[in-house]
Each structure stands twice: as C-alpha cells, then as structure tokens.
C-alpha cells in the first residue's frame, strides 16, 4: 500500500498524518527538532523519519511529504527533503485571504470546507485562540485572534509575582464566583474566554445561520464541551452544531492533494 505524509508545523509541535490516498490512517505529534540538528549538513532521512514514528524501520523508499508551517526555522530543516511538497497560502482556493494569514488557519478553512462545506466558522484552540471563517459563497470572511488557554495561564504565573502555577489542561469546570487563587484565575480565564466564544459565533451565526461550526487544535475540544454545559441549548441554536475536529489542518493538506492542487516541490538539491 502506498502512502504519504502530512506535516504541520505549529508554534509548540509537530503535527503528522499518514495517509492512504485521502483516508488518514493515523496521526502523532512530535516535538520541534533540536538546534544541533536543524544546524546540520548532513541528514540521513531515512534514519530522521523512523526516529519520528514516520516509516517502519524496514521501509526503503521515502515517502511524499506535504508540509505546512508558521516556524520558518523549522521549515527551512525540511527544503532538501526528496520529495517534499511544500504548501503556501497561493495553493489554497479560498478568495479574498490576506497575505499575513496563517498557514494553518487557511488550511483548517480548507479542511472544514471540505468535509462540511460553505459558510463555515473554525474555532482553533491552539497556542493562539483563532476564529476564521468563510461565507456562503466560498470567500474568506476574516477572523480574529488572542491568546489561547494555555498561553494566557503562563501570562499570569510568569508576570505576575504571587499568583500559582495553573494547569492548562484541568478538564472540569471551575465556579464562576471562586474562594481560592487557583480557581479564580480559572475562572476568570475559562468564562471570559467562553463569553467571547458565545459573542463571536453568535455573531457568525446572525449573518449565516446554515453555517458549520468546528473546533479545532488541543483546547478545541474542551471549549466545545464547556460551551455545551454552560449555555442553554434552547437560547442558542448553533450549540446543535458544533463539531469537533482535531485533525482540520492535515484534512485541509489531504484535500489539496486529492483536489490535485500545485503545491511547490522541492528538495533534493
């Protein structure tokens, strides 16, 4: 069975697929290669890929690799890479995309749109909360940014001189009016951030009310879940809609590649 790689490049990690033609048949994440290796000129890619979980240790052929990234550092590891198709914001068919938008939101846009279609909202719970979305007609409709779960919970404990060490990843719901530091700083993350959530897609929802709505990236799944038990169902129709998809990025790669779209091929110089 032939097989390719997809690979975005995040601010924190990898992010890999292996792929059948377009069916994904798993996915892993590794850390940003070290500095000593990204300095090196000598690269056995084999030996690179197997230490990564990329190829079984018996396969000889490389395989094709799609690569999408916002780390120019790390991207510039992979140039002379044999078969390395690297894709930029001109290969992504979505009009009106301004030419700072990142790599990976132009390609959750694309991944969602391909598998639920126009108007669509993507919500990316990553390092950097992102909202992006696309109207009915396929055009891209714009989006915001600011600082995700975890990046606001460092901003508390690095800069502040006697507030504790928060945990990012704490899954229940904290109380909304807390008796402790810890949970206070919980609380005034969690429901704020969920205030803004429920702003931005009722919003969304206003002007295109058929729209898809899905998560996306490590906190996308927690915001769903918390949205989902902190507001009413009944008051908020797109509640019944939210999907969550933790994989839009390496979709969106995926239907580049089925859609036969160019991407720039390098590597091997």
């Known amino acids: 069975m032939s097989t390719w790689l997809g690979l975005s490049i995040g601010n924190s990690r990898y992010h890999w697929a292996e792929f059948s033609n377009h069916q994904m048949l798993r996915s892993w994440e590794t850390e940003h290669l070290s500095e000593p290796f990204l300095n090196s000129s000598q690269r056995d890619w084999g030996d690179l890929l197997r230490s990564l979980n990329c190829i079984p240790t018996d396969q000889a052929p490389l395989p094709e690799l799609w690569l999408a990234s916002v780390v120019p550092a790390q991207t510039e590891l992979w140039q002379t890479y044999p078969h390395l198709h690297r894709i930029t914001l001109a290969d992504i068919p979505i009009p009106d995309m301004y030419p700072s938008l990142g790599i990976d939101r132009a390609l959750a846009l694309w991944g969602a749109g391909s598998l639920w279609g126009w108007p669509v909202l993507v919500i990316d719970g990553g390092t950097a909360l992102t909202f992006t979305?696309?109207?009915?007609?396929?055009?891209?409709?714009?989006?915001?940014?600011?600082?995700?779960?975890?990046?606001?919970?460092?901003?508390?404990?690095?800069?502040?001189?006697?507030?504790?060490?928060?945990?990012?990843?704490?899954?229940?719901?904290?109380?909304?009016?807390?008796?402790?530091?810890?949970?206070?700083?919980?609380?005034?993350?969690?429901?704020?951030?969920?205030?803004?959530?429920?702003?931005?897609?009722?919003?969304?929802?206003?002007?295109?009310?058929?729209?898809?709505?899905?998560?996306?990236?490590?906190?996308?799944?927690?915001?769903?879940?918390?949205?989902?038990?902190?507001?009413?169902?009944?008051?908020?129709?797109?509640?019944k809609k939210l999907q969550v998809n933790p994989h839009l990025v390496l979709q969106g790669i995926a239907a580049l590649r089925s859609a036969g779209r160019s991407a720039k091929v390098s590597g091997g110089r």
Request: net charge negative.
């Open 133 to 239: 979305g696309v109207d009915d007609r396929g055009v891209f409709k714009g989006g915001a940014i600011l600082p995700g779960l975890g990046l606001q919970g460092r901003s508390l404990t690095q800069f502040t001189a006697a507030l504790p060490q928060l945990d990012p990843l704490a899954t229940t719901l904290p109380p909304r009016w807390a008796t402790d530091t810890l949970a206070a700083m919980h609380s005034g993350i969690l429901y704020t951030l969920l205030a803004g959530l429920d702003a931005f897609i009722t919003d969304w929802w206003k002007q295109f009310p058929d729209s898809a709505l899905v998560f996306t990236g490590g906190d996308g799944n927690r915001l769903a879940t918390a949205l989902q038990s902190c507001l009413v169902s009944s008051e908020r129709d797109w509640l």
